[in-house]
Structure formats: structure tokens, C-alpha cells
């Protein structure tokens, strides 16, 4: 059966209609209508959420788990719909949003099992020193607390992992916090449904409806709104740095200032050393050329950018690299704004002097495909145009003069989610000379692999110094996310009873 948005916000476990709508603009299929988001619905959604606090806040690890698993279960049980509306509003094939959903449920029943053992809580006991001197210590107990209302802003190329229901309201509902989403535009009906599947989860486990709340978009004014609310206790983003760092902005001028968890961008640089360069350099462009190409580009840890030594070898590379992207056929960007950017970027890096056109191609409206470049260390390091991203399948190859090229590159760098190294064992010294910077501007440093895909698991980390992320002490991937949204409390000489945390 066909799902048919009805084009209204979730507010509080009641489905409300604005005034004003905006047009879906899907990539095949019908366009549906949907009510554009006001600062009244944000008001009254906050008020709901700190409302849910004083219940959800102190609620027992299993019902959040029992919860977290039901969203998980009606997500599921919605599965068909989800993939129809969302292959129509992205573009995407039905195999990525198929993936995808089972990824978000993955995360949902993760955390629920991440809660149920306790360690996140952090708990730490210093029992009493009465007869110490010169002075006695107190009882003293600590242990992590959720900090309230949380907003997520849901991500244009990520309908399901990172929106909605994604990870930032799992790790948010998983640690205590009710939680506000401002949906994307780019895919208001999969929005919707995930929204509907979360309702069904409350009602089935007697969850305060104001747990969570869906604001569509179509307002900007609604997202500012919302990140200046005074009940907003923290901010989760991916996104764009521009909107980002506005968003950002804004978080810190409040009278009370507020975490903003935003994922920014970046390039992800790979540095393919010698020993491997002369091992596998079609091999790497090739399996560049995959990562590139995957999604049309569209990840936040695309590789955009290859630096290898000149010579033989490095032509071999960009040979392999540029006839792999040559085979890639016109995918469909998420977005007629994510495609005239991706233009726009393409553009920019054309103009720039120094850059040498390895593989030139379109992109005509919303039908991507690839384009190959290539620069000296030098002029990347001296036009930092270069080194920004662009989002699509385009890739620069930087030809370095030795190690200590790369490792001037490296240190040029900003702020990255990821960076990667290709090596032989014959590499190990240039790759140890390397690794000290890399893990300095890097959240997370592969060698011999490529960064798309992150694995959700305990260990990642998904973030990185800025402008990859706002906030290089966060990830936004993986249990440790639970951190963004928990604050430590310290119990001096209260008794057992009151002591709350000890099982919320």
C-alpha cells in the first residue's frame, strides 16, 4: 500500500497543521504538501519536552531500552513505506535505504543494550574518610545525568541514520533527554513516517508523549528558534559548515550558552605512500574511484583528496583513478540545492590556477558524475580553495616531492573526520612520521582502506577538530555519543535513597 503523507508536524503526540505549506521537490514520483514549521510549534514543543523531562528524565534504563527497541520494532514494521517514500524524495536506490534502515535500527538496539550494562553512567564512589586528618572526607558519590531537552536537526543525505530517528535521537533518548527534531526539507515524508513509528513506540510503552516532537521544515527562522529556546539544553547537527557554524553561532550568544554537536565537513585526505604507491597503484585508484563515485560523493567522509609522490607510479595511479570514475555513469544527487553546490565547487576548483583537468564530465540538474583533478603540494597548500569540500564525486590528486612534503600537507590541513594512509611494511618509518599530525587534525586514521563507511560500534569516533566538528572531544557515531548528552552530578553525604542516578 502506498504511503500518503499527511504533511503535519508531531508535536507532543498530536498531529498539527500550520497555516502555511511547502512542496516536496522528490526526484521521481509525486510531490506531496507539508506545513511549514512556526516558532509557536517550537515553543510548544519545547514546553512538552521539559514537561517529558521530569518522567523520561528519571525513568529506569530498561524502559528507555524497552523503548528504544520499540521505535526500532515500528521503524520495521514500516519498512516497505519507508523505502518507497524515501527512494522517491532522494533518489536513492532502494538498496542504500533498505541498508540505511536497518543501520538506524541497528543504532536504536545498541544504545539500548549500551544503557542496560551501566558503564556509560560513569559511576565513582569515595567513601568516607571520617577519622582522616587533618581533615575528614565526606561520602562522596558521581555518576553521569541526562541535561534535558535536546534539538536534532536531520540531515539532507542521510534520511534515516541521521535524521529523524537517527543517531543523535537515539543517543539523546537513550541517555534520559526528550528530544525535538527539525526535520529536513529534502525528505519530509520519510520525516514523517519515522516520526509516526516513534508515536506508535511511546504509546505501546506509556512514554510522556512530549519525548519527542517533529517540527517540519521550510523556515529558517524555526531552526533559530529552536537552538535559542531556553528549555534547547544541547544541539545535535550534521550538516553544512555555513549553516552550521550560524547555528553555532547562535547557541553561544544565548543568555545561557548551550552545546552545539555540529558535524561540519571535510576532505579526508588519503596519503598514499611509496612502498604501496609501487605495490597497488591501480588498486588504490580504483578503489579511490569507488569511494568517490559511492552515494554520487555524498558522504561527510567522501575522500576527496589523494596526495602521493610524483613519478611512474603516481601516473599509473592517476591513470587507474581517472578510467574507474570514466565508467561511472549520471547518479542523482539528493537535492537540486546539493547539486548546484556540487556545480558550483566543481567550478571553483577549475578556475583556480595551478589545477590540472584530469577527467571532466556534467551535471545537469539533479544527474552527477564525476570530475578528477590534479595540483602540486605547493599550490594545494598555497590556495585554500583547495582544501575545501565539495560535496559529490570529484577527487584532487596532490603530488608531493618526498615524505616531508606529505607531512607539510598534513599540517596544512584543517579539521578532518578522517584520515588515511596507504603503506607497505617498507613505509612504516614515513607512515610513523606522519602519524603524529594525522591523529592531531583527525577524529579517526585508517591505513589501506577507504573512509566511506562508518561502523557503529562502541570504539568510533565520528568527529574531529574543527571545522569537521565543533566540538573535537564528541563523536556523533557509535555508544560514546551518549556523552554529548549527560553531565556529571556529585552526591556528598546524601542518603542511599536519594542518590537518583544510580539506576536511571
Not at 543517543?171 to 520519510?190: I, M, N, W, Y
Not at 585526505?269 to 569511494?291: N, Q, T, V, Y
Not at 568527529?463 to 554529548?484: C, K
Request: proline residues 6%; hydrophobic residues 40%.
Amino acid at each position: 500500500m502506498t504511503f500518503i503523507p499527511h504533511g503535519k508536524h508531531l508535536i507532543a503526540g498530536v498531529w498539527t497543521a500550520g497555516s502555511d505549506s511547502f512542496q516536496s521537490s522528490p526526484a521521481h514520483g509525486p510531490s506531496h504538501s507539508f506545513s511549514v514549521g512556526r516558532v509557536s510549534d517550537v515553543e510548544a514543543a519545547a514546553q512538552a519536552a521539559e514537561e517529558a523531562f521530569w518522567s523520561y528524565g528519571y525513568s529506569t534504563r530498561q524502559s528507555r531500552a524497552d523503548f528504544l527497541n520499540a521505535i526500532a520494532d515500528e521503524i520495521e514494521a514500516r519498512a516497505d513505506a519507508i523505502t518507497e517514500i524515501g527512494t522517491q524524495e532522494t533518489g536513492l536506490p532502494e538498496a542504500r535505504l533498505q541498508g540505511e534502515r536497518g543501520r538506524t535500527t541497528g543504532q536504536l538496539r545498541l544504545f539500548a543494550a549500551h544503557i542496560l550494562k551501566g558503564d556509560y553512567l560513569d559511576r565513582r564512589h569515595d567513601e568516607a574518610l571520617p577519622e582522616r586528618q587533618p581533615m575528614p572526607r565526606p561520602d562522596l558519590k558521581m555518576v553521569q545525568r541526562p541535561i534535558g531537552p535536546v534539538a536534532v536537526f536531520g540531515a539532507s543525505n542521510f534520511p534515516l541514520a541521521f535524521s529523524t530517528a537517527g543517531g543523535d535521537t537515539a543517543a539523546a533518548l537513550a541517555a534520559g533527554c526528550p528530544v525535538v527534531v527539525k526535520g529536513h526539507s529534502a525528505h519530509p515524508g520519510t520525516g514523517e513516517i519515522v516520526a509516526e513509528a516513534v508515536h506508535a513506540a511511546a504509546v505501546k510503552c506509556g512514554v510522556h508523549p512530549g519525548v519527542f516532537s517533529l517540527i517540519q521544515g521550510g523556515n529558517r527562522h524555526v531552526g533559530a528558534a529552536l537552538v535559542q529556546h531556553p528549555l534547547i539544553k544541547a544541539v545535535g547537527f550534521t550538516g553544512s559548515l555555513a549553516g552550521g557554524r550560524a547555528l553555532f553561532d547562535l547557541c553561544a550568544a544565548r543568555p545561557e550558552p548551550i552545546p552545539f554537536f555540529g558535524e561540519l565537513g571535510s576532505v579526508n585526505p588519503m596519503f598514499i605512500l611509496d612502498g604501496a604507491l609501487d605495490a597497488r597503484a591501480e588498486e588504490i585508484g580504483k578503489g579511490w574511484a569507488a569511494s568517490l563515485s559511492m552515494g554520487a560523493g555524498q558522504f561527510c567522509t567522501n575522500p576527496g583528496v589523494a596526495v602521493v609522490n610524483s613519478g611512474e607510479q603516481a601516473e599509473k595511479f592517476a591513470a587507474a583513478t581517472r578510467q574507474a570514475l570514466g565508467e561511472t555513469g549520471a547518479q542523482t544527487m539528493l537535492t537540486d540545492g546539493i547539486a548546484e553546490a556540487y556545480r558550483n565547487g566543481q567550478r571553483r576548483i577549475a578556475e583556480t590556477e595551478g589545477v590540472q583537468e584530469l577527467l571532466t564530465s556534467m551535471c545537469d540538474q539533479r544527474e552527477a558524475t564525476p570530475y578528477l583533478y590534479q595540483t602540486t603540494a605547493k599550490n594545494w597548500m598555497n590556495n585554500e580553495v583547495l582544501a575545501e569540500e565539495v560535496f559529490g564525486p570529484m577527487g584532487i590528486i596532490v603530488v608531493a616531492e618526498g615524505v616531508e612534503d606529505m607531512r607539510a600537507i598534513a599540517r596544512n590541513l584543517k579539521g578532518q573526520l578522517t584520515c588515511t594512509v596507504h603503506m607497505e611494511d617498507a613505509d612504516t618509518p614515513d607512515a610513523q612520521a606522519l602519524m603524529p599530525i594525522l591523529e592531531r587534525k583527525a577524529g579517526r586514521v585508517l591505513a589501506n582502506g577507504f573512509p566511506t563507511g562508518v561502523e557503529v560500534s562502541d570504539t568510533m569516533v565520528h568527529g574531529g577538530p574543527y571545522p569537521a566538528s565543533t566540538n573535537f572531544g564528541a563523536t556523533s557515531v557509535g555508544t560514546l555519543s551518549i556523552r554529548r548528552f549527560l553531565r556529571p552530578v556529585c552526591y556528598q553525604n546524601l542518603p542511599e535513597g536519594l542518590v537518583i542516578g544510580q539506576d536511571a
